[in-house]
């Protein structure tokens, strides 16, 4: 079980399940990225990465996560089961 996002270019934030991330719900994640994150230590943030057109990004489930878009893009999330 998890989930599997294909390509756009987009940032992606993720924690594990038992990390309790710091986003808000009502924040955008531009608005996280530019007034929460750089206050994070580095114990608590999230591992990242940049997904690129054509990759497949695979993430468990239950992991907590945030995307950026970096460019224009249409992006389709599926969850397997």
Known sequence: IGNC???VFQRWFLYPPDQ???F???ETTLAWLQHTYPTLPPAQ???ECTLRPGEVL???D???HATL???TSVFI???LG
């Open 45 to 47: 943030r999230p591992l």
């Open 62 to 64: 239950c992991w907590w």
């Open 24 to 26: 808000h719900p009502n």
């Open 69 to 71: 878009n970096l460019d």
């Open 20 to 22: 309790t991330p710091h």
């Open 77 to 79: 999330s599926t969850f």
């Open 58 to 60: 695979y993430f468990p």
């Open 5 to 7: 996002a294909r390509g």
